[in-house]
């Protein structure tokens, strides 16, 4: 589902998400029944793959690295700590963290975990809202039922006795959400952690049935026809891959029949995962990544049994993909997310990224990883992304007020209305047309980029076409801006005639940036989505002006070395093509 077509469309959608809250709400007020308890472990469930991110000693000192945010406890019970962060906060009782306590195995490490879970258990009339939000919630008693194992290993019976009891109250209180939260991530997991619950916890088998049922309508919604998500965030597919690996694993050893809708769900979304993959392992960063999870990632992908192909261009997600030798282009050619799908969605349409190898060179500055309203609110604008903007405003509107986050848990995005995308290949290389119409309203101008990689990967070319949507306009000369947001650990630099950039990676290769029409500069950038917070970085711009007529730019970026082809007509300032 894509963003709704002007305010008509985003009141009807919030009319909806008002009749789904309400009809939530009364699920609460007039649950129904649920009588099961949790009796100990029915099957073992692993633990979901993922990249280390704490080192156990570090937690058993006290030293919690969630969310971007370092907390060192200095002695005091983590659970009494709140830093102000939201983020963190949700990390800390998601307990993701807990899997990496236990790693080393040892005995000393499982007594502090029981302890942890202990402290938590007795601050339970205490607990921050984020503790019990339904998403967090639900990664909880995931994230509890992979542990359980090595937490019971050694146990006294009165820590089994509470560790069940407050499974048991959990899973019973995320049944009770009726048709689920309404947003679309919260929902999932719901109907994720419920499954885990009922195929790994003694005592709830008579709710397998109709736990995997609802789990996999629940995956039809979500999971679009070309494997990607509905959220269009490529985060989404490896946190619902990470659960539903373990889960389908544990089923196949114990010989339960996977349900047709999980196991096609899987089969359509790990070949997107890679779609989404640079050459470093990590995610290309769109609509909301504010973690490449490259380790996580190749977990994922080693417990992928199938291995299909992804696709060239993923209609329904939205995304294409240009990949020739080391090198790869992937693009966003979609409309923004509808509201209450995506709180973190962009702005980004005919934005790209492009990496030869394990260098990223462009890319976009993604998400923060702390809860920052100010970088949130950045993150989301097109000039965030290398992508093209006309006039002075971003390529479609963010509406968002108070209204608009209690309906759809974060901001609506107003984008363009008609976005087409054709990818062609040949020996030639790869060629991927977009066209939008997002300043069609406020530049009375259509944007078409064209992006060519030739054979090799060392030779990536574009093409940023201005038209006008009427005779006579624009009516006054229209500012243009092409953003190239560098990867930090890109070198670059003005050369001595300004004509051109030149780039150094970390490998020591180099490339040069050029542009036919218009002025060429580097500008300072951030890089949001780091593992050590935000990090400088740079951005090369190329500033034109588009007057009545329209105005084509064209760009090339090339690693040294390479031998420029012979110009030939395609590349007449009159006849603006690439070859193909």
């Not at 709704?4 to 009749?19: C, F, I, S």
């Not at 309508?217 to 959220?231: F, K, N, T």
Request: aromatic share 6%; glycine share 12%; with cysteine.
């Amino acid at each position: 589902m894509t963003a709704p077509e002007g305010l008509t469309g985003l009141a009807g959608l919030g009319l909806r998400a008002l009749g789904e809250a309400f009809g939530s709400r009364l699920a609460w007020l007039s649950p129904r029944p649920v009588t099961f308890r949790a009796q100990g472990i029915s099957l073992p469930l692993a633990a979901a793959p993922r990249a280390h991110r704490n080192d156990p000693g570090d937690l058993y000192r006290g030293r919690f690295q969630l969310a971007g945010v370092d907390v060192a406890c200095e002695g005091r019970i983590v659970f009494e700590h709140d830093p102000g962060n939201e983020a963190w906060l949700a990390a800390l009782h998601g307990f993701g963290w807990l899997h990496d306590l236990l790693d080393g195995r040892r005995q000393l490490q499982k007594v502090f975990a029981r302890t942890l879970i202990g402290d938590w258990e007795e601050r339970h009339g205490s607990l921050p809202p984020q503790a019990l939000d339904p998403a967090v919630m639900a990664l909880r008693v995931m994230h509890w039922i992979a542990a359980a194992a090595l937490l019971l290993d050694g146990a006294e019976e009165g820590f089994a006795r509470t560790f069940f009891a407050s499974l048991t109250w959990q899973t019973r209180r995320l049944a009770r959400l009726g048709r689920g939260p309404g947003n679309a991530r919260a929902r999932l997991l719901v109907r994720l952690a419920l499954a885990h619950a009922a195929i790994g916890l003694r005592g709830l088998e008579n709710m397998r049935e109709a736990a995997l049922a609802r789990l996999g309508a629940e995956l039809e919604r979500q999971i679009l026809p070309d494997g990607g998500h509905v959220s269009r965030n490529p985060a989404r597919l490896v946190e619902i891959a990470a659960f539903l690996l373990p889960l389908r694993a544990a089923m196949e050893t114990a010989r339960l029949a996977v349900p047709p809708e999980m196991r096609h769900a899987l089969e359509r979304a790990l070949p997107m995962v890679r779609f989404f993959r640079h050459g470093d392992g990590g995610l290309a960063l769109f609509n909301g990544v504010s973690d490449p999870a490259g380790g996580q990632v190749a977990a994922i992908l080693e417990a992928d049994m199938v291995r299909g192909r992804p696709l060239s261009h993923a209609p329904h997600s939205g995304y294409g993909r240009l990949m020739q030798g080391a090198g790869l282009v992937i693009a966003d050619v979609g409309r923004p997310p509808a509201p209450g799908l995506n709180p973190d969605a962009a702005l980004s349409v005919a934005a790209f990224e492009f990496s030869h190898g394990p260098m990223r060179i462009i890319t976009n500055c993604g998400a923060p990883r702390i809860a920052n309203p100010a970088w949130q609110r950045a993150a989301r604008l097109s000039r965030a992304h290398s992508c093209a903007l006309a006039g002075e405003g971003e390529a479609g509107r963010i509406v968002d007020n108070a209204l608009i986050r209690r309906l759809f848990g974060g901001p609506a995005l107003l984008g363009p209305e008609h976005v087409r995308a054709e990818l062609r290949e040949s020996t030639q290389g790869s060629l991927l047309e977009v066209s939008h119409d997002a300043f069609a309203g406020s530049c009375g101008l259509a944007h078409a980029r064209r992006l060519f990689l030739a054979p090799g990967g060392e030779d990536l070319r574009g093409e940023d076409r201005f038209t006008p949507v009427e005779e006579g306009k624009p009516a006054q000369p229209t500012p243009l801006v092409l953003r190239f947001h560098l990867h930090p650990s890109v070198d670059a630099s003005m050369s001595r005639d300004g004509l051109s950039v030149m780039l150094r990676l970390a490998d020591k290769s180099g490339w040069t940036f050029s542009a036919r029409k218009g002025r060429v500069r580097l500008e300072e950038s951030v890089s949001l989505a780091s593992e050590t917070g935000l990090r400088r970085s740079s951005q090369i711009v190329v500033e034109s002006i588009c007057e009545q007529g329209g105005e084509t730019i064209k760009w090339f970026l090339r690693r040294l070395g390479e031998a420029p082809r012979k110009r030939g007509p395609e590349d007449d300032g009159d006849n603006p093509r690439l070859p193909l």
